[in-house]
């Protein structure tokens, strides 16, 4: 079996180096795989074994984002309302406390199915007990048919493309400078952002992919607004809560339970743990990494004014007749 796991990622590396690629972000080579772009260094051939070999539960639980949208904050969210039974967030010590959200809810491509780390198998994930809680970046017309057929519900979000660009901007020069490459500049960033190349790139075909999702099969694709979700928390982890299967009773609002995860799961309560201070999920990563400062408008600070009104403009035309505004 083993020897057949290894020729299945071969078979899959084959057709990835047949894709379109580029020198991307952070000097790797990125390809494009359905419209999308992948960065083959650090994924290899992983999201072509995910769509093929993922069988999902309708009772799976996935929670879907494009890089640097607030995904750190949703699967610490995510995990901390679906196993509030057994790890009240009041609690001591609460799994969140100790581990890194990612840490909790593994990502498909870059852990669970990702031969750089695995060993060349194929994740039994049958083992696993319902309901399962997993990740992606992967685009929603990427996504297994086994997911989009079946009636696992996917927990999406998203955030204005301008914080977006900004906070990714400030990612990638972390892992620029880990690799001794001089900084990117911001006009470099925006250059790469507008023309669909960031990771995962296009950022709006990205968000549009489950915006359709969300209105075609609304029981099973919920699309979250970071900004929103900031603005109004209790609102949004209670339509969260509703949306997995687990809504909070009146019992728990009275106990304030809603209060208590929105806390647990904050910025100013994670980013100060020791876990994400000093400790890292995936080599060279520090856990630090994934905390900035989690506000929104913050790209006024470094955007210019014309760099703000060209990717409102691109928004505005790439949205357009969609619904969506953002
Ligand atoms: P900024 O760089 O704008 O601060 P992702 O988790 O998808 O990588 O997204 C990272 C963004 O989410 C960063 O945005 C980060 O600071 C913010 N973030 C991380 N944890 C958060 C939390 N608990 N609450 C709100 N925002 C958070």
Redesign the pocket.
């Known amino acids: 079996e083993e020897e057949e796991d290894e020729k299945i990622y071969k078979r899959y590396e084959e057709i990835v180096a047949k894709l379109p690629t580029t020198e991307g972000w952070s000097g790797h080579l990125i390809y494009q795989y359905q419209g999308f772009w992948y960065n083959s260094e650090v994924l290899g051939a992983a999201p072509l074994v995910v769509q093929r070999h993922f069988k999902a539960r309708p009772s799976d639980i996935l929670v879907a ?1 494009t ?7 949703l699967k ?1 969210l995510t995990f901390a309302v679906m196993n509030r039974k057994s790890h009240p967030p009041s609690a001591q010590h609460h799994p969140l406390h100790i581990f890194n959200s990612h840490d909790l809810v593994p990502f498909w491509e870059f852990n669970l199915y990702n031969n750089k780390n695995n060993g060349n198998r194929i994740p039994n994930l049958d083992i696993l007990p319902s309901p399962r809680l997993f990740s992606t970046h992967m685009p929603y017309t990427s996504l297994p048919e086994s997911v989009t057929l079946s009636d696992s519900r996917i927990l999406y979000i998203c955030r204005n493309p301008k ?1 977006n660009l ?2 990714w901007w ?2 990638v020069n972390k892992f620029r400078s880990i690799l001794s490459l001089e900084p990117m500049k911001v006009q470099e960033a925006f250059e790469w952002f507008s023309k669909g190349m960031s990771p995962m790139g296009p950022f709006w075909d990205h968000v549009l992919g489950y915006w359709k999702g969300s209105s075609e099969r609304p029981q099973n694709v919920l699309f979250l607004n ?1 900004d929103e979700m ?1 603005a109004e928390p209790a609102l949004h982890l209670k339509k969260m809560a509703e949306f997995m299967g687990c809504p909070f009773s009146s019992m728990e609002e009275e106990e304030e339970v809603v209060d208590q995860v929105i806390k647990l ?3 100013e309560n ?2 100060n743990l020791a876990v994400n201070k000093n400790g890292t999920t995936y080599p060279g990563v520090s856990n630090s990494s ?6 929104v408008g ?1 790209s006024a600070n470094y955007l210019t004014p014309e760099m703000m009104e060209q990717l409102d403009r691109l928004t505005e035309q790439k949205l357009h007749g969609s619904g969506l505004t953002l």
């Not at 994934?290 to 506000?295: H, I, N, T």
């Open positions: 984002s890089h640097k949208c607030g995904t750190t904050w610490s914080d900004v906070s400030h990612y970071y900031l799961c904050s910025f994670l980013s994934y905390f900035r400062q989690g506000k913050d």
